[in-house]
């Protein structure tokens, strides 16, 4: 992509291919992500854009290519990278906190047996601050609304501290006023020099929310600034032209042209 | 029976033949128990039954191998045989289509009946008997030899397997808690999910093994998991939850005996019926969780009062 200038990006994948038992989900991604953007990741149902995030943290295995965070292998920059996984992915009934789930965040810089201590817990009351949850710390996770939950894995990827961060579905399940205020939150995240990598499947909402957009559907259809990239030709690539919510924004793009 | 024999007796006239069993079958019970709780939270309780039903083939070719009873090569036998149990089970799972429930039902029965097969065809001449290997012979504690405050070696064997569980759970909270509630999450942070199961797997047939010759391959798997099933609906902390699984021990292990002598019947089923005893009781009253909260109120307001 020609307008990326920075030596070292923050992510940086190469001829990336990874597939499930023989069948590629992913092949030749190739993407380099400067630091201090917020990447929204867009595509269809099945696209591959939760098993991007997943490979990059080095939990699905891929067959082909190359991921580099800050330069480096994901070894070494594991520590500076914050997820946010899926909603869905955990049982909510499991006999924990918020506070202890908000904890887990800082278990990354805690040795073996190191419980945490005072230090962890500021850290984790500040974060939780910061998605205004204070007030639900000693509740059990499965009493709290969806949005609310959504929070708490939010909460816990802020008290990692990372520089990079990568959100799985963050909104989902949230309401509008929630979406809003984790929005601006994550706009403060960019605003500090960090990198934001968020899966968002409305289309909406993803032109106003996000510098970069990544379009994906098995191979990246489209990836740079919004305003580039977040056009009626490639959405229609991307998505195949099946969604009619689709052809509303489709139309609205064209009409906008004129 | 009147109440004197069943409730004083046992501790004023028959304290040395009763107090063997009530140590062992508490041991048995809080490690089991202790252990039992990350196998209900991760919902593989039924890898505890597997590990449990092939211990049998571990410890026949075990005395195979060492030629004798050795309670070392018997040990060592068993704990293998319950690591390549598990082993075989995720190999299962994860390279065929087969889910999890399938891979443990086929696994677990394929080791018994090699067991099975094993005992009859030597158990002749070694001690192995599948009575014992079924239904345990806990209540066979008190004719041992006793060695220390009239606890004979088994049971202080058991003693000390319950304090390594202890130390393990309270060393590693933290790594256990995590890859227990999200493992992929624990994968980013550099704490390996997989190496964590495996040493959940370890210590779990450690126990088993320990526990096996008391209580059978059957009983035990209710020790492991009624403690944890009665304190999840008591509780919504982990830590708490262990604490009163200790607590669910001591309790069903009291009752049991107590239940061994009143019916003249053998201890651990009698610990058994008195877990699940404990197990309805907090189903029924378990303040957040319990069947009679349904009946008090039709709203559960609690929720919205705390928001305020």
């Not at chain 1, 939760?50 to 190359?66: A, F, N, Q, Y």
Request: include cysteine.
């Amino acid at each position: 992509m020609a307008e990326i200038i920075d030596n070292s990006p923050a992510l940086e994948i190469h001829d990336l291919i990874v597939s499930y038992q023989k069948k590629p989900v992913l092949y030749g991604v190739d993407i380099a992500i400067p630091e201090g953007s917020m990447v929204g990741v867009v595509g269809p149902n099945g696209a591959g854009k939760s098993t991007l995030i997943k490979t990059v943290m080095g939990l699905v295995p891929h067959s082909h290519g190359w991921v580099k965070i800050f330069g480096g292998d994901l070894k070494n920059s594991i520590k500076r990278i914050g997820y946010v996984p899926q909603r869905e992915s955990v049982d909510w009934d499991f006999p924990v906190s918020v506070m202890d789930v908000v904890l887990m965040g800082c278990y990354g810089g805690l040795g073996l047996h190191r419980r945490p201590g005072k230090k962890e817990k500021d850290k984790a009351s500040e974060a939780l601050e910061k998605v205004g949850l204070e007030a639900y710390s000693k509740r059990q996770i499965s009493n709290l609304s969806g949005g609310q939950q959504q929070r708490v894995f939010l909460a816990r990827a802020l008290a990692q501290e990372s520089d990079l961060y990568l959100m799985d579905e963050p909104f989902a399940g949230v309401d509008a006023a929630t979406e809003v205020a984790i929005v601006e939150l994550l706009c403060q995240i960019r605003d500090q020099g960090k990198t934001l990598i968020v899966v968002h499947h409305d289309l909406a909402t993803a032109r106003e929310y996000f510098d970069m957009i990544l379009l994906l559907n098995m191979r990246v259809v489209g990836f740079g600034k919004t305003e580039n990239v977040f056009n009626a030709e490639l959405l229609q690539k991307t998505y195949g032209g099946r969604l009619t919510a689709l052809s509303e924004i489709a139309d609205k793009l064209a009409r906008e042209k004129i | 029976m009147s109440f004197n024999q069943i409730f004083v007796e046992p501790w004023v006239s028959h304290f040395s033949a009763y107090w063997p069993i009530l140590v062992m079958a508490f041991f048995v019970t809080a490690a089991c128990g202790l252990i039992g709780n990350y196998l209900v939270l991760r919902k593989i309780s039924l890898v505890g039954d597997a590990i449990s039903h092939s211990v049998l083939p571990g410890i026949a070719i075990a005395y195979m191998i060492a030629g004798s009873r050795s309670d070392l090569a018997m040990f060592i036998g068993a704990l293998i045989a319950g690591i390549f149990t598990t082993l075989i089970i995720e190999l299962i799972h994860s390279r065929s289509k087969i889910k999890k429930d399938a891979a443990i039902g086929i696994t677990f029965t394929t080791m018994f009946a090699v067991g099975v097969i094993l005992v009859s065809l030597y158990g002749a001449d070694t001690d192995l008997d599948l009575d014992c290997v079924l239904f345990g012979k806990l209540d066979f504690m008190a004719s041992k030899e006793k060695v220390f405050f009239g606890l004979p070696q088994i049971v202080l064997t058991m003693g000390f397997i319950l304090i390594l569980i202890i130390l393990l759970i309270v060393l590693f909270y933290k790594e256990l808690l995590i890859s227990s509630f999200d493992p992929s999450f624990a994968a980013t942070l550099g704490i390996k999910p997989r190496l964590v199961h495996y040493c959940l797997m370890c210590s779990l047939s450690v126990v088993v093994v320990s526990a096996f010759s008391s209580v059978g391959a059957i009983l035990v798997i209710a020790m492991l998991i009624l403690p944890a099933a009665t304190v999840y609906l008591l509780t919504d902390r982990l830590w708490l939850m262990m604490i009163l699984s200790i607590l669910h021990a001591f309790l069903s292990s009291i009752i049991g005996l107590h239940l061994t002598v009143a019916l003249k019947v053998s201890t651990a089923p009698a610990c058994v019926v008195a877990g699940m005893f404990l197990f309805i009781l907090s189903w029924i009253i378990s303040p957040r969780y319990g069947l009679l909260r349904y009946l008090s109120s039709s709203f559960d307001l609690s929720t919205f009062q705390k928001e305020n």
